[in-house]
């Protein structure tokens, strides 16, 4: 793969930058609770060295009542100087998945306006795999201010999604695997209806990864896409159930050269929750 420290860098890239004095390593494993996996207790055991934790649920708006929607611009820029994370640092992201939860931190990221940061492809299992080293302090912090610049077009609410739904200007494209999409699945969060958005594409973010949890090479990726039936000449709204693996297609497209998409938050676990919005069922 080609590193880029925008989006997607190798376990040898951040090797060989480990000592770099403006690197910031992020761990930012998450789990769903069916995963039977503490995220935090793995990371105290074992982590990159001078990594910190980037806790996803709690660094989120906890004024909303779906699951670690974006923070406000005031919280997370108090969390980030907290972390000493900031102007003019590198940030690279991982998570104990392989590429799961890190590619949402990096969409935070953007979000926020920070361009410097990228995910660490293959995560902390193929950095463990190699042999790299790994250690179970904590880091030392010293704080670092960092300058917000929140990026509206990178996020849609489910009244912007309703819209496009509608008037499909804009196609959406769902990373859940494909009986959820269909609805033959249940959801794994209770009270929600199963089904996709109407209009929606179905691209389950594995089929984006290789068997390593490496992220396929940008013309596998769009290869994926097209064979999904994804209109690429269009702008894309990428959703899932919560807004984790959404941020995954988002990842994907940005290395494809696709800069216009945009991440749905809320994403299934609002959609389908809201009894006023249609859903769909069976193939798109």
Known sequence: MSDDP????????????????????LDASWYLPDAGRDA???????????????DIDEISDHRSELPHMAPPVEKFMSRMRAMGVGDGHQVVVYDGAGLLSAAR?????RLMGQENVAVLDGGFPKWQAE????EDMP????DRHMTVRFQNHLVRDVTQVS??????????????????????????????????IPGARNVPYTALLNDDKTMKDPDACR????????DLSKPIITSCGSGVTAAILALALERMGHTQWSLY???????GMYPTVPVATGEA
């Open 6 to 25: 925008k989006t997607l860098v190798s376990t040898t890239w951040l090797a060989q930058h480990m000592k770099d004095p403006d690197l910031r390593v």
């Open 40 to 54: 935090k207790a793995e990371y105290e055991a074992a982590h990159i060295p001078g990594a910190r934790f980037f």
């Open 105 to 109: 931190v990096w969409w935070l990221f």
């Open 131 to 134: 042999d790299h080293p790994v």
């Open 139 to 142: 880091p030392v912090i010293r």
């Open 163 to 196: 819209s496009a739904s509608k008037l499909k200007d804009y196609q959406i494209v769902d990373a859940r695997a494909a009986p959820r999409f269909r609805g033959d699945a249940p959801e794994p969060r209770e009270g929600l209806r199963a089904g996709h």
């Open 223 to 230: 290869a994926v896409f097209e064979a999904a039936g994804v």
């Open 265 to 271: 938050d809320g994403s299934w676990a609002e959609w």
